[in-house]
């Protein structure tokens, strides 16, 4: 082989190696997700030189989104037996203030939580995976990153619970009721207590009449005028 050959045949190889390089180099500046997603921000354009480690642009997962909330301490009991027995509780996704836009409801389910409780505001923080957040769902309006909404997780299933007015609640809890034509006044078990009702678990029975009207000095057993339907 003549010198002038070798010499080619040298170039020749050391050009495919840049060519690999070249390659190599180019594919590095393919990015692909390994999820299916949507561009949320873009900081380079066509062209521009980039430095190592810049951030270029930031995008997320379509399939499934991400909604920090956070429980108070005293309302935990009503979820902690699905922990206990090794599931976590589905939650309801909507959103809030939405005004004119159609109420659509996302189904989701409590996918991590926190192993720290909020020290200043005595909460659990939990994170809630949105299953699915644009299916079915064709319009301008599907649930987006940064979009307000209100969660609510399905708690335990009670059976026989009686639904009562709070102000009827006398301290005790105790409600006053009718028993034949005298004053009864019946102790019972409240389950939770919200701002205008009361849910009670105990101590009342189908069929029980309940004394809606004000009975100053009330005395179990005293004898009562009873009036139904404002006659």
């Known amino acids: 082989t003549s010198p002038l050959m070798e010499q080619k045949n040298i170039a ?38 980039v430095n190592p480690g810049q951030t270029i642009g930031s995008i997320y997962q379509k399939d499934s989104l991400d909604v920090d909330v956070r429980i108070p301490l005293e309302k935990m009991k009503w979820i902690e037996s699905f922990f206990e027995n090794g599931s976590t509780p589905l939650a309801k996704v909507k959103v809030a203030n939405s005004g004119s836009i159609k109420s659509y409801v996302w189904n989701a389910k409590v996918a991590r939580v926190k ?27 599907n649930l987006k990153p940064g979009t307000f909404v209100k969660c ?20 005790g809890n105790i409600l006053f009721a009718i028993n034949g034509n005298h004053l009864k006044m019946k102790k019972v078990n409240v389950l939770r207590k919200f701002e205008e009702e009361i849910y009670i678990n105990g101590g009342l029975n189908p069929g029980d009449k309940i004394i809606s009207s004000p009975l100053p000095g009330a005395l179990e057993g005293m004898e009562l005028t009873i009036k139904e339907n404002g006659k």
């Open 12 to 49: 020749l190889a050391m050009a495919r190696v840049d060519f690999q390089k070249a390659d190599l180099a180019f594919q590095k500046t393919q990015i692909a997700a390994d999820f299916n997603g949507l561009v949320l921000d873009k900081f380079a354009e066509e062209g521009e030189y």
């Open 115 to 141: 192993a720290k409780i909020d020290e200043k505001t005595r909460t659990l923080p939990m994170t809630l995976e949105i299953l699915n957040p644009d299916v079915n769902i064709k319009t301008i309006f």
């Open 152 to 171: 609510s997780i399905v708690g335990e299933t009670f059976e026989n619970i009686f639904v009562v007015p709070r102000h009827l609640l006398k301290s």
